[in-house]
T-cell receptor, first 114, second 112 residues
Protein backbone atom coordinates (compact mmCIF):
# COMPACT_ATOMS: atom_id res chain seq x y z
CA UNK A 1 0.00 0.00 0.00
CA UNK A 2 1.24 3.43 -0.89
CA UNK A 3 2.42 5.30 2.19
CA UNK A 4 3.32 8.64 0.60
CA UNK A 5 0.83 9.66 -2.05
CA UNK A 6 1.29 12.50 -4.47
CA UNK A 7 -1.42 13.98 -6.62
CA UNK A 8 -1.61 14.41 -9.46
CA UNK A 9 1.06 12.21 -11.08
CA UNK A 10 1.19 14.54 -14.06
CA UNK A 11 0.32 18.23 -14.08
CA UNK A 12 0.30 20.60 -17.02
CA UNK A 13 0.00 24.29 -16.27
CA UNK A 14 0.27 27.47 -18.24
CA UNK A 15 3.15 29.87 -17.88
CA UNK A 16 2.36 32.17 -14.96
CA UNK A 17 -0.73 30.29 -13.79
CA UNK A 18 -0.62 29.26 -10.13
CA UNK A 19 -0.49 25.54 -9.49
CA UNK A 20 -0.69 23.40 -6.36
CA UNK A 21 0.76 19.94 -5.89
CA UNK A 22 -0.37 17.78 -3.01
CA UNK A 23 1.17 15.12 -0.85
CA UNK A 24 -0.39 12.94 1.80
CA UNK A 25 1.10 10.32 4.09
CA UNK A 26 -0.23 7.46 6.17
CA UNK A 27 2.96 7.01 8.20
CA UNK A 28 2.30 9.71 10.80
CA UNK A 29 5.82 11.02 10.23
CA UNK A 30 6.56 14.42 11.64
CA UNK A 31 8.94 15.53 8.89
CA UNK A 32 7.82 16.19 5.34
CA UNK A 33 9.99 17.37 2.47
CA UNK A 34 9.54 18.77 -1.01
CA UNK A 35 12.23 18.16 -3.58
CA UNK A 36 12.59 19.36 -7.16
CA UNK A 37 14.27 16.95 -9.56
CA UNK A 38 15.20 17.94 -13.08
CA UNK A 39 16.21 15.48 -15.73
CA UNK A 40 19.36 13.48 -14.90
CA UNK A 41 19.95 15.52 -11.77
CA UNK A 42 19.81 14.72 -8.08
CA UNK A 43 16.72 15.85 -6.18
CA UNK A 44 17.12 19.36 -4.80
CA UNK A 45 15.56 20.14 -1.44
CA UNK A 46 13.15 23.07 -1.57
CA UNK A 47 11.91 23.06 2.04
CA UNK A 48 10.86 20.79 4.82
CA UNK A 49 8.50 20.81 7.78
CA UNK A 50 9.26 19.44 11.20
CA UNK A 51 5.73 19.23 12.53
CA UNK A 52 4.47 22.76 11.86
CA UNK A 53 7.92 24.31 11.85
CA UNK A 54 8.69 25.40 8.27
CA UNK A 55 12.30 25.33 7.07
CA UNK A 56 13.09 26.99 3.78
CA UNK A 57 16.31 26.34 1.86
CA UNK A 58 18.27 29.51 1.24
CA UNK A 59 18.22 29.12 -2.54
CA UNK A 60 14.55 28.19 -2.91
CA UNK A 61 12.89 30.84 -5.10
CA UNK A 62 10.15 32.98 -3.56
CA UNK A 63 7.89 31.61 -6.27
CA UNK A 64 7.66 28.37 -4.28
CA UNK A 65 5.63 28.16 -1.10
CA UNK A 66 4.31 25.37 1.04
CA UNK A 67 1.49 24.65 3.45
CA UNK A 68 1.06 21.88 5.95
CA UNK A 69 -2.45 22.06 7.43
CA UNK A 70 -2.01 18.85 9.44
CA UNK A 71 0.38 15.93 9.93
CA UNK A 72 -0.92 14.01 6.95
CA UNK A 73 -0.97 16.63 4.23
CA UNK A 74 1.53 18.99 2.67
CA UNK A 75 1.10 21.22 -0.37
CA UNK A 76 3.53 22.83 -2.76
CA UNK A 77 2.29 26.08 -4.29
CA UNK A 78 4.02 27.58 -7.30
CA UNK A 79 2.70 31.09 -7.61
CA UNK A 80 3.82 31.95 -11.13
CA UNK A 81 5.36 28.93 -12.85
CA UNK A 82 8.04 29.60 -15.40
CA UNK A 83 9.39 27.27 -18.05
CA UNK A 84 12.36 26.57 -15.78
CA UNK A 85 10.06 25.15 -13.13
CA UNK A 86 9.18 22.16 -15.27
CA UNK A 87 10.48 19.20 -13.29
CA UNK A 88 9.55 16.18 -11.21
CA UNK A 89 8.47 17.23 -7.73
CA UNK A 90 9.03 14.66 -5.02
CA UNK A 91 7.48 14.59 -1.60
CA UNK A 92 9.14 12.60 1.18
CA UNK A 93 8.55 11.92 4.86
CA UNK A 94 10.74 10.80 7.70
CA UNK A 95 10.72 10.25 11.43
CA UNK A 96 13.98 10.08 13.27
CA UNK A 97 14.53 6.88 15.22
CA UNK A 98 17.68 7.17 17.22
CA UNK A 99 20.55 7.44 14.76
CA UNK A 100 18.47 6.33 11.81
CA UNK A 101 16.43 8.66 9.69
CA UNK A 102 14.37 6.86 7.10
CA UNK A 103 12.95 8.79 4.19
CA UNK A 104 10.01 7.49 2.22
CA UNK A 105 9.27 9.05 -1.13
CA UNK A 106 6.09 9.47 -3.08
CA UNK A 107 5.85 8.62 -6.77
CA UNK A 108 6.35 12.23 -7.73
CA UNK A 109 4.40 14.75 -9.75
CA UNK A 110 5.80 15.64 -13.13
CA UNK A 111 5.06 19.27 -13.86
CA UNK A 112 4.99 20.59 -17.41
CA UNK A 113 4.75 24.33 -18.05
CA UNK A 114 3.42 25.41 -21.42
CA UNK B 1 31.10 21.19 1.79
CA UNK B 2 28.80 18.18 2.08
CA UNK B 3 28.93 16.25 -1.18
CA UNK B 4 28.11 12.82 -2.54
CA UNK B 5 29.73 11.67 -5.76
CA UNK B 6 28.77 8.57 -7.69
CA UNK B 7 30.43 6.62 -10.44
CA UNK B 8 30.03 5.61 -13.11
CA UNK B 9 27.49 8.13 -14.37
CA UNK B 10 25.94 5.45 -16.55
CA UNK B 11 26.43 1.76 -17.09
CA UNK B 12 25.19 -0.81 -19.61
CA UNK B 13 25.40 -4.52 -18.82
CA UNK B 14 23.94 -7.75 -20.16
CA UNK B 15 21.22 -9.55 -18.29
CA UNK B 16 22.63 -12.03 -15.81
CA UNK B 17 25.88 -10.14 -15.28
CA UNK B 18 27.00 -8.57 -12.02
CA UNK B 19 27.91 -4.93 -11.53
CA UNK B 20 29.19 -2.60 -8.83
CA UNK B 21 28.29 1.04 -8.38
CA UNK B 22 30.43 3.41 -6.35
CA UNK B 23 29.66 6.26 -3.96
CA UNK B 24 32.14 8.62 -2.28
CA UNK B 25 30.98 11.16 0.26
CA UNK B 26 32.34 14.07 2.25
CA UNK B 27 29.37 14.50 4.56
CA UNK B 28 29.97 15.45 8.16
CA UNK B 29 28.73 14.66 10.68
CA UNK B 30 27.67 11.38 9.16
CA UNK B 31 24.47 9.65 10.26
CA UNK B 32 23.69 6.95 7.73
CA UNK B 33 23.94 6.08 4.05
CA UNK B 34 21.16 4.81 1.85
CA UNK B 35 20.98 3.41 -1.62
CA UNK B 36 17.80 4.14 -3.53
CA UNK B 37 16.51 2.76 -6.80
CA UNK B 38 14.60 5.22 -8.95
CA UNK B 39 12.69 3.98 -11.97
CA UNK B 40 12.13 6.50 -14.73
CA UNK B 41 9.30 8.85 -13.84
CA UNK B 42 8.88 7.48 -10.31
CA UNK B 43 9.97 8.33 -6.81
CA UNK B 44 13.06 6.73 -5.23
CA UNK B 45 12.61 3.46 -3.36
CA UNK B 46 14.99 2.51 -0.57
CA UNK B 47 17.19 -0.56 -1.08
CA UNK B 48 19.50 -0.50 1.96
CA UNK B 49 20.47 1.74 4.85
CA UNK B 50 23.71 1.57 6.82
CA UNK B 51 25.11 3.39 9.82
CA UNK B 52 28.83 3.98 10.31
CA UNK B 53 29.21 0.73 12.29
CA UNK B 54 27.83 -1.46 9.51
CA UNK B 55 30.11 -2.73 6.75
CA UNK B 56 27.70 -4.77 4.64
CA UNK B 57 23.96 -4.92 4.15
CA UNK B 58 22.11 -7.14 1.71
CA UNK B 59 18.65 -6.96 0.21
CA UNK B 60 18.09 -9.86 -2.15
CA UNK B 61 20.42 -9.45 -5.10
CA UNK B 62 21.59 -6.06 -3.83
CA UNK B 63 24.56 -5.88 -1.47
CA UNK B 64 25.83 -2.56 -0.15
CA UNK B 65 29.15 -2.01 1.56
CA UNK B 66 30.34 0.91 3.63
CA UNK B 67 33.85 1.96 4.61
CA UNK B 68 33.40 4.83 7.05
CA UNK B 69 37.16 5.44 7.22
CA UNK B 70 37.57 6.11 3.52
CA UNK B 71 33.98 7.43 3.20
CA UNK B 72 33.17 5.09 0.38
CA UNK B 73 30.21 2.86 -0.34
CA UNK B 74 29.41 0.44 -3.09
CA UNK B 75 26.27 -1.26 -4.33
CA UNK B 76 26.76 -4.67 -5.90
CA UNK B 77 24.00 -6.13 -8.04
CA UNK B 78 24.17 -9.86 -8.64
CA UNK B 79 22.67 -11.68 -11.62
CA UNK B 80 21.14 -8.55 -13.08
CA UNK B 81 17.63 -8.56 -14.48
CA UNK B 82 15.94 -6.32 -17.02
CA UNK B 83 13.92 -4.81 -14.19
CA UNK B 84 17.14 -3.56 -12.59
CA UNK B 85 17.32 -0.87 -15.28
CA UNK B 86 16.96 2.34 -13.28
CA UNK B 87 18.93 5.11 -11.63
CA UNK B 88 20.65 4.20 -8.39
CA UNK B 89 21.10 7.05 -5.98
CA UNK B 90 23.39 7.20 -2.97
CA UNK B 91 22.03 9.40 -0.18
CA UNK B 92 23.83 10.39 3.01
CA UNK B 93 22.07 11.76 6.08
CA UNK B 94 23.63 14.60 8.05
CA UNK B 95 23.61 13.76 11.74
CA UNK B 96 21.61 16.12 13.91
CA UNK B 97 19.57 17.42 10.99
CA UNK B 98 16.79 16.20 8.80
CA UNK B 99 18.83 16.80 5.69
CA UNK B 100 19.82 14.30 3.05
CA UNK B 101 22.67 14.81 0.62
CA UNK B 102 21.95 13.17 -2.72
CA UNK B 103 24.40 11.87 -5.28
CA UNK B 104 23.57 12.47 -8.93
CA UNK B 105 23.01 8.76 -9.44
CA UNK B 106 24.21 6.01 -11.72
CA UNK B 107 21.93 5.21 -14.60
CA UNK B 108 21.96 1.45 -15.16
CA UNK B 109 20.69 -0.19 -18.31
CA UNK B 110 20.37 -3.98 -18.42
CA UNK B 111 20.12 -5.45 -21.90
CA UNK B 112 18.66 -8.81 -22.89
Amino acid sequence: DAMVIQNPRYQVTQFGKPVTLSCSQTLNHNVMYWYQQKSSQAPKLLFHYYDKDFNNEADTPDNFQSRRPNTSFCFLDIRSPGLGDAAMYLCATSRERGRITEAFFGQGTRLTVV
Amino acid sequence: KNQVEQSPQSLIILEGKNCTLQCNYTVSPFSNLRWYKQDTGRGPVSLTIMTFSENTKSNGRYTATLDADTKQSSLHITASQLSDSASYICVVSVSGTYKYIFGTGTRLKVLA
